[in-house]
């Protein structure tokens, strides 16, 4: 497959992005280096690159395109609001739509706030809960991504509770300070970091269906025991649901079939992002009413945004969800992943190659190892270098990957049996070049 246009606008690119990239996500560090592929059309399941190549794509733009590139419905959308203005700065209807819609599809949310991003959306719920308990410290899980605010970039300490180490320059060591990271599914270091700061700590934030590395379920009981070991302590429970929010069902992991016990996983505030948007840049968070009464203007926590809850992001993120709305899209979704991923994993079988997937409905991950992978230390301890070979060798037979081992597939509603079948045999070829390469 011939790369030479994307070669060429790399080089270009870096004369002038920083990296060539607008977010490190995109490069091919993680995978070997040089160019990354530049894109320039998407219709449903399929990409064009500037090299004319075309990719099937199970990126979805990292968990947005839930409905494939270009939908229709939200395509015709995004246009009637760009014809009507695409910023106002001032309160419109389309706004109370998809708040309402967003209500009635997770119930923990009395109130909702619209921001940008999933950043700022997570970034806030740490905020509020700060002004509410009156407390400074948060804990969260290994591995778990809640975008690139300083409070979040925190990784653990060197022991199971102790206080966080800055995970990127530029955080001052004080921040990181208030913050504890303790590993995911396991109760007892929560217990443990509770014990120890739980007078300070204003909420635990946690991904409850994690997505950031691999998509790892919670264990029977986890969220559960976190939500009441969080709430025993006079801790706030933030779940970020940026990725997991309209992803497994038309809801959230708070309502998913998938996990049991419903009342007692409830979180106080949530933070939303991505599919909400229908693909154009939003994030919100919402939460108990009492809580969100903080937020300005009726509270002392201030929050604000130019672009917030503007006309084009809330009229693409109202279509996306009349499309989910649909009878059987998720039973579709849910039907070709297994049909997808049970392939994948023959096929690697067949060639001796350890393989371990996670699959949750429409998404999962596959980890090149021949352990469970149920917390950051497990998808940490799997083959890099393979899932490095295995990328290439699927994109140079189009097939449009994340460039990272800790990433998901996403199936959306425009992917197609026949896709399904192509990717297999894909994957029977790179698994076969890898065997032949041991
Ligand atoms: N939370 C989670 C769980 C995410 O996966 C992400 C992005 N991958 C974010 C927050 C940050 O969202 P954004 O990139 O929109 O700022």
């Known amino acids: 497959m011939n790369h030479t246009n994307s070669e060429r606008l790399y080089t270009e690119a870096l004369q002038h992005i920083v990296g060539g990239v607008n977010s490190p996500s995109r490069s ?6 040089g160019a990354p592929v530049f894109m320039k059309r998407a219709q449903g399941a ?3 690159d500037v090299d004319d190549n075309k990719y099937i794509d199970y990126l979805a733009a990292y968990g947005p395109i839930i409905t494939g590139h270009a939908h229709p419905h939200i395509t015709k959308a995004i246009t009637k609001a760009a014809e009507n203005g695409t910023l106002y700065g001032t309160p419109t209807e389309l706004e109370i739509q998809l708040a309402r819609m967003l209500k009635e599809a997770i119930p923990s949310m009395d109130k909702v706030r619209f921001v940008n991003s999933g950043t700022e959306a997570v ?5 509020v809960a700060r002004a509410y308990t009156k407390r400074n410290k948060i804990i969260k899980f290994a591995g778990c991504y809640h975008g690139h605010s300083d409070l979040v970039l925190v990784a653990a300490g060197s ?3 102790t206080l966080g180490i800055p995970d990127s320059a530029g955080i ?8 504890i990271t303790v590993p995911f599914n396991n109760l007892e270091t929560l217990k443990a970091a509770l014990e120890k700061w739980g007078d300070d700590v204003a909420a635990v934030m946690v991904e409850p269906i994690v997505g950031n590395f691999g998509m790892v379920m919670p264990k029977e ?3 559960e025991g976190l939500c009441k070991l969080a709430h025993d302590y006079g801790a706030l429970v933030i779940y970020d649901e940026v990725i997991t929010a309209f992803r497994f069902h038309y809801g959230s992991a708070q309502t998913f079939s998938g996990l049991a016990n419903h009342e007692a996983i409830q979180p106080d505030l949530t933070a939303l992002g991505k599919i ?3 693909g154009l840049p939003i994030g919100a968070y919402g939460g108990r009413k009492h809580i969100m009464e903080q937020v300005a203007p009726l509270g002392p926590a201030y929050q604000a945004g130019t672009m917030a809850g503007n006309p084009a992001s809330i009229s693409a993120g109202i279509a996306c969800l009349e499309v989910l709305q649909q009878p059987g899209v998720y039973e579709e979704m849910d039907r070709l992943a297994a049909l997808l ?4 994993q023959a096929s690697a079988d067949r060639h001796g190659i350890p393989l371990t997937i996670n699959r949750i409905r429409g998404s999962f991950s596959a980890h090149f190892c021949d352990h469970p992978v149920t917390n950051y230390d497990e998808a940490q301890d799997t083959d890099s270098e393979a899932f490095a070979a295995f990328f290439r060798h699927m994109l140079s037979q189009g097939i449009n990957l994340a460039p990272s081992k800790y990433e998901a597939w996403f199936i959306t509603t425009a992917h197609t049996e026949q896709d399904v079948e192509q990717t297999i045999a894909a994957a029977e070829e790179s698994f076969r070049r890898m065997s032949a390469n041991k």
């Open 123 to 127: 970034m806030t719920t740490i905020r």
């Open 159 to 161: 022991g199971p509770s």
């Open 221 to 223: 009981g986890f969220l």
């Open 341 to 344: 991923t049970e392939g994948i």
């Open 172 to 179: 001052p060591m004080s921040i990181a300070h208030e913050v």
């Open 46 to 48: 399929y990409f064009w």
């Open 28 to 33: 091919f560090k993680a995978v070997g280096g």
């Open 276 to 278: 909400i948007g229908g």
